[in-house]
């Protein structure tokens, strides 16, 4: 019963900057992990940026120093600041969240997807 809804997603010119958020509601009694991946037409699905608990924060190396993640546990909510965008971050990005409802173990959702595409 949970679900994750991503927004934020659009079209930007190299250089510019997008916000995603990905807000989790349903049944959760705790946020195990929760952060972004992304697939582009022809490659495989890549993970981007993630929070977990308690490691940690950790970026792919081509997002490092460009996208910020951040996540408010008391909305289920996870930021990506994106900044400098470049056309090779053009793909479909996913929400993806590992929560804990308290009963059983660790589950692992993802959302739709929401489409970020930077022209040269």
């Known amino acids: 019963q949970v679900q994750l809804v991503e927004s934020g997603g659009g079209l930007v010119q190299a250089g510019g900057s997008l916000r995603l958020s990905c807000a989790a509601s349903?049944?959760?009694?705790?946020?195990?992990?929760m952060g972004w991946y992304r697939q582009a037409p022809g490659k495989q699905r890549e993970l981007v940026a993630v929070t977990t608990t308690p490691t940690g924060t950790h970026y792919a190396d081509s997002v490092k120093g460009r996208f910020t993640i951040s996540r408010d546990n008391a909305k289920n909510t996870v930021l990506l600041q994106m900044n400098n965008l470049k056309p090779e971050d053009t793909a479909l990005y996913y929400c993806?969240?590992?929560?804990?409802?308290?009963?059983?173990?660790?589950?692992?959702?993802w959302g739709q997807g929401t489409q970020v595409t930077v022209s040269s």
């Open positions: 349903g049944s959760i009694f705790s946020i195990v992990a």
């Open positions: 993806n969240a590992e929560l804990d409802s308290g009963v059983g173990p660790y589950r692992d959702y």
